[in-house]
Protein backbone atom coordinates (compact mmCIF):
# COMPACT_ATOMS: atom_id res chain seq x y z
CA UNK A 1 0.00 0.00 0.00
CA UNK A 2 0.94 3.55 -0.09
CA UNK A 3 1.73 5.84 2.75
CA UNK A 4 3.07 9.09 3.94
CA UNK A 5 5.88 8.82 6.56
CA UNK A 6 6.93 11.12 8.67
CA UNK A 7 11.06 10.34 8.41
CA UNK A 8 12.18 12.90 10.96
CA UNK A 9 10.67 15.92 13.44
CA UNK A 10 10.05 19.06 10.53
CA UNK A 11 6.87 20.40 9.43
CA UNK A 12 8.71 19.65 5.90
CA UNK A 13 9.77 15.55 6.63
CA UNK A 14 7.21 13.86 5.10
CA UNK A 15 7.91 10.62 2.58
CA UNK A 16 5.55 9.09 -0.08
CA UNK A 17 6.54 5.37 0.56
CA UNK A 18 5.50 1.50 -0.23
CA UNK A 19 4.61 -0.46 2.98
CA UNK A 20 3.35 -4.23 2.98
CA UNK A 21 -0.57 -4.53 3.29
CA UNK A 22 -1.79 -5.03 6.74
CA UNK A 23 -3.96 -7.81 7.22
CA UNK A 24 -6.48 -8.05 10.63
CA UNK A 25 -6.08 -10.95 13.19
CA UNK A 26 -9.10 -11.38 15.61
CA UNK A 27 -11.13 -8.82 16.90
CA UNK A 28 -9.60 -6.34 14.37
CA UNK A 29 -10.82 -4.77 10.51
CA UNK A 30 -9.52 -3.46 8.12
CA UNK A 31 -10.01 0.33 6.85
CA UNK A 32 -9.71 1.78 3.44
CA UNK A 33 -8.90 5.11 4.25
CA UNK A 34 -10.40 7.91 1.95
CA UNK A 35 -9.69 11.12 4.41
CA UNK A 36 -7.69 12.43 7.25
CA UNK A 37 -7.94 15.34 9.11
CA UNK A 38 -5.48 17.52 11.30
CA UNK A 39 -5.65 18.03 14.74
CA UNK A 40 -3.14 20.44 16.86
CA UNK A 41 -1.63 17.63 18.31
CA UNK A 42 -0.70 16.49 14.44
CA UNK A 43 1.62 19.75 14.07
CA UNK A 44 3.15 18.95 17.83
CA UNK A 45 4.12 15.36 16.79
CA UNK A 46 5.50 16.36 13.40
CA UNK A 47 7.85 19.27 15.36
CA UNK A 48 9.12 16.38 18.04
CA UNK A 49 6.78 18.51 20.76
CA UNK A 50 4.94 16.16 21.39
CA UNK A 51 6.95 12.83 23.08
CA UNK A 52 5.81 9.55 22.34
CA UNK A 53 6.47 8.94 18.82
CA UNK A 54 8.52 6.59 17.01
CA UNK A 55 9.99 7.60 13.72
CA UNK A 56 9.06 6.83 10.66
CA UNK A 57 5.52 6.98 11.67
CA UNK A 58 2.74 6.95 9.70
CA UNK A 59 1.27 10.83 10.98
CA UNK A 60 -2.39 12.06 11.58
CA UNK A 61 -4.91 11.00 14.24
CA UNK A 62 -7.81 11.27 12.85
CA UNK A 63 -9.11 9.61 9.30
CA UNK A 64 -11.82 8.39 7.77
CA UNK A 65 -12.69 5.38 5.46
CA UNK A 66 -14.57 1.99 4.83
CA UNK A 67 -14.59 -1.31 5.85
CA UNK A 68 -12.66 -3.57 3.42
CA UNK A 69 -12.22 -6.94 5.56
CA UNK A 70 -13.40 -8.53 8.75
CA UNK A 71 -10.64 -10.49 10.80
CA UNK A 72 -11.95 -13.50 13.29
CA UNK A 73 -14.58 -13.09 15.99
CA UNK A 74 -15.53 -9.90 14.57
CA UNK A 75 -18.72 -8.49 15.72
CA UNK A 76 -21.00 -5.49 15.57
CA UNK A 77 -19.78 -3.90 12.35
CA UNK A 78 -19.43 -4.59 8.89
CA UNK A 79 -17.91 -4.93 5.45
CA UNK A 80 -18.18 -1.19 3.65
CA UNK A 81 -19.41 0.13 6.55
CA UNK A 82 -18.38 3.69 6.79
CA UNK A 83 -16.44 4.21 10.37
CA UNK A 84 -13.96 7.02 11.90
CA UNK A 85 -11.01 4.82 14.14
CA UNK A 86 -10.61 6.11 17.33
CA UNK A 87 -7.74 8.18 18.14
CA UNK A 88 -6.76 5.89 21.33
CA UNK A 89 -8.42 2.71 20.23
CA UNK A 90 -8.07 0.98 23.82
CA UNK A 91 -9.73 3.41 25.64
CA UNK A 92 -13.33 2.11 25.09
CA UNK A 93 -15.47 3.68 27.80
CA UNK A 94 -14.83 4.72 31.45
CA UNK A 95 -12.68 6.91 33.25
CA UNK A 96 -9.20 7.63 31.92
CA UNK A 97 -6.24 5.05 33.02
CA UNK A 98 -2.64 5.09 31.95
CA UNK A 99 -3.44 1.56 30.30
CA UNK A 100 -6.36 2.83 27.76
CA UNK A 101 -4.33 5.73 26.73
CA UNK A 102 -0.91 4.52 25.85
CA UNK A 103 -2.24 3.85 21.77
CA UNK A 104 -2.37 6.49 20.13
CA UNK A 105 -3.18 6.90 16.47
CA UNK A 106 -0.85 8.80 14.98
CA UNK A 107 1.53 8.99 17.49
CA UNK A 108 2.13 5.27 18.70
CA UNK A 109 0.37 3.27 16.74
CA UNK A 110 0.59 4.20 12.62
CA UNK A 111 -2.06 7.23 11.82
CA UNK A 112 -3.98 8.35 8.75
CA UNK A 113 -2.02 9.02 5.88
CA UNK A 114 -1.93 5.13 4.38
CA UNK A 115 -4.20 3.44 1.84
CA UNK A 116 -5.30 0.85 4.41
CA UNK A 117 -5.28 0.57 8.59
CA UNK A 118 -5.70 -2.29 10.56
CA UNK A 119 -7.48 -1.32 14.10
CA UNK A 120 -9.44 -3.37 16.66
CA UNK A 121 -13.38 -3.45 15.64
CA UNK A 122 -14.21 -2.11 18.96
CA UNK A 123 -12.59 1.38 18.36
CA UNK A 124 -14.61 2.34 15.47
CA UNK A 125 -17.68 3.98 14.95
CA UNK A 126 -19.81 4.88 12.03
CA UNK A 127 -20.63 8.06 10.97
CA UNK A 128 -23.59 9.73 10.04
CA UNK A 129 -24.86 9.50 6.48
CA UNK A 130 -24.84 13.11 5.82
CA UNK A 131 -20.70 13.35 6.09
CA UNK A 132 -18.70 12.82 3.53
CA UNK A 133 -15.10 10.83 4.09
CA UNK A 134 -13.38 14.20 4.61
CA UNK A 135 -16.28 15.92 7.47
CA UNK A 136 -15.99 12.09 8.91
CA UNK A 137 -12.58 11.87 9.42
CA UNK A 138 -12.84 15.35 11.60
CA UNK A 139 -14.85 13.80 14.09
CA UNK A 140 -12.49 11.78 16.50
CA UNK A 141 -10.45 13.88 18.58
CA UNK A 142 -11.86 17.20 17.86
CA UNK A 143 -15.51 16.56 18.21
CA UNK A 144 -14.92 13.78 21.48
CA UNK A 145 -13.09 16.69 23.15
CA UNK A 146 -15.94 19.69 22.59
CA UNK A 147 -18.38 17.43 23.20
CA UNK A 148 -16.38 16.51 26.69
CA UNK A 149 -16.85 19.96 26.87
CA UNK A 150 -20.30 21.08 27.29
CA UNK A 151 -21.22 18.07 28.97
CA UNK A 152 -18.75 19.08 31.71
CA UNK A 153 -21.06 21.82 32.54
CA UNK A 154 -24.16 20.13 31.67
CA UNK A 155 -25.09 22.80 29.12
CA UNK A 156 -28.63 23.36 28.04
CA UNK A 157 -31.16 26.07 27.61
CA UNK A 158 -30.14 29.20 29.22
CA UNK A 159 -26.35 28.40 29.92
CA UNK A 160 -23.58 30.81 28.27
CA UNK A 161 -20.70 29.61 26.92
CA UNK A 162 -17.20 31.12 25.79
CA UNK A 163 -15.46 29.78 22.79
CA UNK A 164 -11.90 30.55 22.17
CA UNK A 165 -10.24 30.81 18.54
CA UNK A 166 -12.08 29.48 15.63
CA UNK A 167 -10.26 25.83 15.63
CA UNK A 168 -11.01 22.44 15.65
CA UNK A 169 -12.79 21.99 18.92
CA UNK A 170 -13.73 25.78 19.13
CA UNK A 171 -16.51 25.27 16.31
CA UNK A 172 -17.46 22.19 17.02
CA UNK A 173 -17.72 23.32 20.83
CA UNK A 174 -20.01 26.17 19.93
CA UNK A 175 -22.09 23.66 17.47
CA UNK A 176 -22.81 21.29 20.29
CA UNK A 177 -23.44 24.40 22.17
CA UNK A 178 -26.06 25.74 20.16
CA UNK A 179 -27.72 22.72 19.34
CA UNK A 180 -28.06 22.64 23.59
CA UNK A 181 -30.05 25.81 23.81
CA UNK A 182 -27.15 27.96 24.92
CA UNK A 183 -25.76 31.55 24.02
CA UNK A 184 -22.66 31.93 22.94
CA UNK A 185 -19.99 33.80 23.00
CA UNK A 186 -17.34 33.44 20.54
CA UNK A 187 -13.68 35.31 21.17
CA UNK A 188 -11.38 35.06 17.70
CA UNK A 189 -8.89 37.04 16.54
CA UNK A 190 -10.59 38.32 13.12
CA UNK A 191 -13.36 40.14 12.86
CA UNK A 192 -14.40 37.52 9.19
CA UNK A 193 -13.66 34.57 11.18
CA UNK A 194 -16.21 36.12 13.97
CA UNK A 195 -18.98 36.94 11.26
CA UNK A 196 -17.99 33.18 9.84
CA UNK A 197 -19.13 32.17 13.29
CA UNK A 198 -22.43 34.16 13.66
CA UNK A 199 -23.44 31.92 10.66
CA UNK A 200 -22.75 28.61 12.67
CA UNK A 201 -25.36 30.34 15.33
CA UNK A 202 -23.01 32.45 17.92
CA UNK A 203 -24.96 35.23 19.51
CA UNK A 204 -22.04 37.27 20.63
CA UNK A 205 -18.71 38.48 18.81
CA UNK A 206 -15.50 39.33 20.60
CA UNK A 207 -12.52 40.26 18.64
CA UNK A 208 -9.63 39.45 20.94
CA UNK A 209 -6.66 41.31 19.07
CA UNK A 210 -8.78 44.55 19.10
CA UNK A 211 -10.27 43.72 23.00
CA UNK A 212 -7.07 41.92 24.75
CA UNK A 213 -9.13 41.89 27.72
CA UNK A 214 -11.87 40.24 26.16
CA UNK A 215 -12.79 38.57 29.62
CA UNK A 216 -14.19 42.08 30.54
CA UNK A 217 -16.10 42.24 27.49
CA UNK A 218 -17.53 39.14 28.70
CA UNK A 219 -18.56 40.04 31.55
CA UNK A 220 -20.07 43.41 30.27
CA UNK A 221 -22.22 40.99 27.72
CA UNK A 222 -23.10 39.19 31.05
CA UNK A 223 -24.22 41.74 33.01
CA UNK A 224 -21.51 41.11 35.41
CA UNK A 225 -22.31 37.38 35.88
CA UNK A 226 -19.85 35.65 33.32
CA UNK A 227 -20.65 32.56 31.90
CA UNK A 228 -20.95 29.17 32.73
CA UNK A 229 -18.36 27.15 30.68
CA UNK A 230 -15.49 28.55 28.77
CA UNK A 231 -13.88 26.05 26.34
CA UNK A 232 -10.17 26.51 27.34
CA UNK A 233 -8.49 25.66 24.01
CA UNK A 234 -6.10 28.60 24.37
CA UNK A 235 -3.82 28.55 27.67
CA UNK A 236 -1.02 30.64 28.49
CA UNK A 237 -2.75 33.76 29.32
CA UNK A 238 -5.30 33.04 28.42
CA UNK A 239 -5.93 31.06 31.55
CA UNK A 240 -6.32 33.52 34.07
CA UNK A 241 -8.27 35.51 31.66
CA UNK A 242 -10.89 32.74 31.23
CA UNK A 243 -11.20 32.35 35.37
CA UNK A 244 -12.28 36.17 35.38
CA UNK A 245 -15.00 35.18 32.61
CA UNK A 246 -16.34 32.39 34.64
CA UNK A 247 -19.84 32.72 36.58
CA UNK A 248 -19.57 31.51 40.57
CA UNK A 249 -19.42 27.77 39.94
CA UNK A 250 -18.98 27.67 36.32
CA UNK A 251 -16.59 25.48 34.69
CA UNK A 252 -13.11 26.18 32.33
CA UNK A 253 -12.96 23.11 30.11
CA UNK A 254 -9.19 23.05 29.81
CA UNK A 255 -7.98 21.54 26.97
CA UNK A 256 -5.74 23.57 25.06
CA UNK A 257 -2.16 25.42 24.84
CA UNK A 258 -1.77 26.85 21.47
CA UNK A 259 -0.37 30.40 23.25
CA UNK A 260 1.49 27.97 25.94
CA UNK A 261 1.20 25.53 29.09
CA UNK A 262 2.70 27.87 31.35
CA UNK A 263 0.23 30.33 33.01
CA UNK A 264 -0.63 31.76 36.48
CA UNK A 265 -3.27 33.31 38.20
CA UNK A 266 -4.30 34.65 41.55
CA UNK A 267 -5.56 31.04 43.64
CA UNK A 268 -8.63 33.73 44.97
CA UNK A 269 -10.46 33.73 41.61
CA UNK A 270 -10.80 29.80 41.70
CA UNK A 271 -11.71 29.95 45.89
CA UNK A 272 -13.95 33.03 45.68
CA UNK A 273 -16.22 31.48 42.45
CA UNK A 274 -15.91 28.31 43.23
CA UNK A 275 -14.60 27.77 39.51
CA UNK A 276 -14.27 24.41 38.51
CA UNK A 277 -11.44 23.42 36.44
CA UNK A 278 -11.75 19.74 34.33
CA UNK A 279 -9.09 19.07 32.66
CA UNK A 280 -9.60 16.76 29.64
CA UNK A 281 -7.69 14.14 27.28
CA UNK A 282 -9.87 13.76 24.16
CA UNK A 283 -12.15 11.25 25.44
CA UNK A 284 -13.24 7.58 25.12
CA UNK A 285 -14.99 5.50 22.07
CA UNK A 286 -17.78 6.34 23.86
CA UNK A 287 -17.73 10.00 24.08
CA UNK A 288 -16.93 10.16 20.19
CA UNK A 289 -20.17 7.68 19.78
CA UNK A 290 -22.27 9.88 21.77
CA UNK A 291 -20.35 12.75 19.98
CA UNK A 292 -21.73 11.10 16.55
CA UNK A 293 -24.92 10.71 17.69
CA UNK A 294 -25.36 14.16 18.74
CA UNK A 295 -24.24 15.17 15.24
CA UNK A 296 -26.52 12.90 13.53
CA UNK A 297 -29.85 13.98 15.33
CA UNK A 298 -28.75 17.91 14.91
CA UNK A 299 -27.66 17.32 11.45
CA UNK A 300 -24.42 19.69 12.13
CA UNK A 301 -22.07 19.32 9.35
CA UNK A 302 -18.34 20.25 11.07
CA UNK A 303 -16.56 22.90 9.24
CA UNK A 304 -13.83 21.82 6.71
CA UNK A 305 -11.77 24.89 5.87
CA UNK A 306 -9.66 23.56 2.66
CA UNK A 307 -8.91 19.82 1.69
CA UNK A 308 -5.23 19.23 0.19
CA UNK A 309 -4.21 15.97 -1.61
CA UNK A 310 -2.15 13.68 -0.24
CA UNK A 311 0.87 14.76 -1.78
CA UNK A 312 -0.06 18.60 -0.38
CA UNK A 313 0.55 17.23 3.24
CA UNK A 314 3.43 19.55 4.39
CA UNK A 315 1.25 22.50 2.37
CA UNK A 316 -1.40 21.25 4.85
CA UNK A 317 0.79 21.02 7.97
CA UNK A 318 2.11 24.40 7.35
CA UNK A 319 -1.40 25.43 7.01
CA UNK A 320 -2.33 24.42 10.71
CA UNK A 321 1.21 25.69 11.96
CA UNK A 322 0.58 29.07 10.79
CA UNK A 323 -1.83 29.20 13.70
CA UNK A 324 -4.58 31.59 12.73
CA UNK A 325 -5.08 31.29 9.31
CA UNK A 326 -7.11 28.21 9.36
CA UNK A 327 -11.15 28.56 10.30
CA UNK A 328 -12.50 24.87 11.43
CA UNK A 329 -10.64 21.84 10.24
CA UNK A 330 -8.00 21.07 7.63
CA UNK A 331 -8.88 17.78 5.66
CA UNK A 332 -6.16 15.38 3.67
CA UNK A 333 -7.87 13.47 1.21
CA UNK A 334 -6.68 10.07 0.18
CA UNK A 335 -6.45 8.81 -3.02
N1 LIG B 1 -6.85 17.98 25.75
C1 LIG B 1 -7.70 17.62 24.81
O1 LIG B 1 -8.62 16.85 25.02
C2 LIG B 1 -7.53 18.24 23.46
C3 LIG B 1 -8.19 17.73 22.36
C4 LIG B 1 -8.09 18.41 21.16
C5 LIG B 1 -7.31 19.57 21.08
N2 LIG B 1 -6.64 19.98 22.17
C6 LIG B 1 -5.82 21.20 22.17
O2 LIG B 1 -6.72 22.30 22.03
C7 LIG B 1 -6.09 23.33 21.29
C8 LIG B 1 -6.92 23.64 20.06
O3 LIG B 1 -6.92 22.50 19.22
P1 LIG B 1 -7.47 22.58 17.73
O4 LIG B 1 -7.11 21.30 17.08
O5 LIG B 1 -8.89 23.04 17.77
O6 LIG B 1 -6.52 23.74 17.17
P2 LIG B 1 -6.57 24.61 15.87
O7 LIG B 1 -7.58 24.07 14.90
O8 LIG B 1 -5.18 24.80 15.43
O9 LIG B 1 -7.16 26.02 16.37
C9 LIG B 1 -6.50 26.87 17.21
C10 LIG B 1 -7.20 28.23 17.16
O10 LIG B 1 -6.79 28.96 18.30
C11 LIG B 1 -6.77 30.35 17.96
N3 LIG B 1 -5.43 30.82 18.34
C12 LIG B 1 -4.26 30.51 17.78
N4 LIG B 1 -3.24 31.12 18.44
C13 LIG B 1 -3.82 31.81 19.44
C14 LIG B 1 -3.32 32.64 20.47
N5 LIG B 1 -2.01 32.90 20.61
N6 LIG B 1 -4.19 33.20 21.33
C15 LIG B 1 -5.50 32.95 21.20
N7 LIG B 1 -6.04 32.17 20.25
C16 LIG B 1 -5.19 31.61 19.38
C17 LIG B 1 -7.00 30.49 16.45
O11 LIG B 1 -8.35 30.93 16.25
P3 LIG B 1 -8.68 32.48 15.95
O12 LIG B 1 -7.79 32.95 14.84
O13 LIG B 1 -10.12 32.48 15.61
O14 LIG B 1 -8.40 33.24 17.22
C18 LIG B 1 -6.82 29.05 15.96
O15 LIG B 1 -7.63 28.76 14.86
C19 LIG B 1 -4.68 22.80 20.97
O16 LIG B 1 -3.78 23.24 21.96
C20 LIG B 1 -4.85 21.30 21.03
O17 LIG B 1 -3.64 20.62 21.29
C21 LIG B 1 -6.73 19.34 23.35
Known amino acids: MYAIQLVEPSLTAFRRTSLPDPQPGPGEVLIRLRAAALNYID ?3 ATGAFPGATLPLVPVA ?4 EIVALGADVTGVAL ?7 FMPDWLDGPMRPERIAAMRGITRPGSL ?9 SVVRFPDHLDFAQGATLPIAAT ?3 NGVRSASV ?20 FAKASGATVILVSSSDEKLERGRALGADHLVNYRAAPDWDKAVLDIT ?21 NAVAMGGTVFTVGFVAGTETSFNLF ?30 RIVPVVDQRFGIDETAAAFAELAAGSRHFGKLAILLE
Open 43 to 45: VAV
Open 62 to 65: DGAG
Open 80 to 86: GERVIPH
Open 114 to 122: SEYVVVPAS
Open 145 to 147: TAW
Open 156 to 175: RPGSTVVILGTGGVSLFALQ
Open 223 to 243: GGRGVDLVVETVGGTSFARSL
Open 269 to 298: SVIGKAVRIVGNSTGSVADLGEAVRAIAAN
